[in-house]
Structures are given as C-alpha cells and as structure tokens.
Nanobody
C-alpha cells in the first residue's frame, strides 16, 4: 500500500497551492482520507478529511474557508486545494487513509492514531 503526496512548494502569503495524494496497493473504497500537517517543533495536527463516499467533508478551524478537500474515486486520489495561504500554514503535509465504512458520522477523523496508512509528506512553505 502506498500513498504518494505531491504538490508542495514555496509560495508567498496569500498564494495558493494544490496538494494531491495518489493511493495504490489496495481497494480504498471503504476508506476515509485525511490531510495532516506538522510544523517544526509542533505536534502533527489534523487539517481536513473526506468520508469514504466523498459526501462528508471535515476541516480544522484554522483552515476552514481557505482549504478544500476533494477526492476522485476513479483515480484513487485525494486533493487539498489551499488558498489565501499564511506563514502559519508552513509545515510538512501528510495524507493518510483510515478504514471508515458505513455511517460517516460515526468516526472522529481528527485522531491521527486511527489512520492505517500514511504518505511520506510534502513540504509547504509560505513566506511573508
């Protein structure tokens, strides 16, 4: 199983980036996908998640209204569109997958320990 994240880079404050995560190696039909980030010296934090059916979206408060998570089940990819980026968004961004079938409301998507698979991370740097 592999999650390959891409799309990170250096951008000025106010700019945009689009991260992508390609999943392979198994059937991810019953898996929710999430994005987390970790800044230097800080704990890994939840950013966004999308339910297995793509109908339920979840965001952390700092990114809500600026980031949009989406998925393409046919391509087994999940994307994170980021706009109005701020220096505090600087971090390594990780995509992750967790088994979460059935009722999407049954799960806490913010808990990193519940995710089964992780990508290698992609660096996002926002300059002021």
């Amino acid at each position: 199983v592999q999650l390959q994240a891409s799309g990170g880079g250096l951008v000025q404050a106010g700019g945009s980036l689009r991260l992508s995560c390609a999943a392979s190696g198994r059937n991810f039909r019953d898996y929710a996908m999430g994005w987390f980030r970790q800044a230097p010296g800080k704990d890994r934090e939840f950013v966004a998640a999308i339910s297995w059916d793509g109908r339920h979206l979840y965001y952390s408060r700092p990114v809500k209204g600026r980031f949009t998570i989406s998925s393409d089940s046919a391509k087994n990819t999940v994307n994170l569109q980021m706009i109005s980026l701020r220096p505090e968004d600087t971090a390594v961004y990780y995509c992750a997958a967790r088994l979460a079938p059935g009722n999407p409301s049954s799960y806490n998507y913010t808990d990193a320990s519940k995710y089964n698979y992780w990508g290698q991370g992609t660096q996002v740097t926002v300059s002021s």
